[in-house]
Nanobody, 120 residues
Framework: QVRLVESGGGLVQPGESLRLSCVAS????????MGWHRRAPGKQRELVAV???????NYADSVKGRFTISRDNAKNAVYLQMNNLKPEDAAVYSC??????????????WGQGTQVTVSS
């Protein structure tokens, strides 16, 4: 089983920054892709950013140039640096990780989510 614990959410004003962190723990052979999704009230969950174990990244168009995803493989951690936050970025942000937990066994796991509020 893999557990993901997020931290770093909070209330900020437009234009400010936040850094989200997520650490994976449990029993697994490796952590593959890691990423962040978000869900705003009344909207569907959307992919924000994803990073492979090799460091390749992909971003939603709405956050390109403002958000940066990174990871520390030694710590099984993924981070999301969010700059120039806008009110439309407000959402519950959830960490995602794909883990190899056995021979030919790859599963996805989700964190509990952390609230990001952007308001003046």
């Amino acid at each position: 089983q893999v557990r993901l614990v997020e931290s770093g959410g909070g209330l900020v004003q437009p234009g400010e920054s936040l850094r989200l962190s997520c650490v994976a723990s449990g029993t697994f052979f490796s952590i593959n892709d890691m990423g962040w999704h978000r869900r705003a009230p009344g909207k569907q969950r959307e992919l924000v950013a994803v990073i492979t174990s090799g460091g390749s990244t992909n971003y939603a168009d709405s956050v390109k140039g403002r958000f940066t995803i990174s990871r520390d493989n030694a710590k099984n951690a993924v981070y999301l640096q969010m700059n120039n936050l806008k009110p439309e970025d407000a959402a519950v942000y959830s960490c995602y990780a794909e883990a190899t937990t056995g021979i030919l066994r790859v599963q996805g796991y989700w964190g509990q989510g952390t609230q990001v509020t952007v308001s003046s």
